[in-house]
């Protein structure tokens, strides 16, 4: 299995969060995933999220990698400096935080942590699916129901 590794280190700021948003969204782009698919969205909103908790819930600098398999799934890591293990919340109502790591669960395919020199590092894989009309083609190019 051949794997492409990038990596962005990123400040304890939350304005950093943007800024991984938007290199993350042209590293996809080069990889081959299109702007316009939907695991270019759900990429984007795993690493916003994995991203802010580093940065919000730990106040330190923090390296974000995308790693990505020859057979199109695509590994995100955040290593960040605390060895605090990370923590799912559970929000109510109107809460306007406490639902990162729940939206991380949903998303990906896999998710975890591990230990990563004296910090950690959590990390998530989303799958590539091959489109329904790449897998079975329509001989007849309608749509059958």
């Not at 919000?56 to 293990?85: I, K, N, Q, W, Y």
């Not at 935080?97 to 949903?106: C, K, Q």
């Not at 329509?138 to 749509?143: E, F, P, T």
């Amino acid at each position: 299995m051949q794997v492409l590794q990038v990596q962005l280190v990123v400040g304890p700021d939350p304005a950093e969060v943007g800024r991984a948003r938007k290199w993350a969204r042209s590293r996809l782009t080069g990889s081959g995933i299109g702007a316009d698919e939907p695991l270019a969205e759900t990429l984007v909103l795993l690493i916003s999220e994995l991203v802010t908790n580093a940065v919000v819930h730990t106040g330190c600098p923090a390296v974000l990698r995308m790693l990505f398999a020859a057979e199109g799934g695509v590994r995100v890591e955040v290593a960040d400096a605390s060895d605090r293990p990370p923590r799912p919340r559970h929000a109510k109502g109107e809460d306007t935080n406490g639902r990162g790591l729940e939206l991380v669960d949903g998303l990906a395919d896999r998710w975890g942590w591990q230990p990563e020199g004296a910090g950690k590092s959590i990390w998530c894989e989303v799958d590539r699916v091959p489109s329904v009309a790449a897998v079975a083609p329509l001989s007849s190019g309608r749509v059958h129901c």
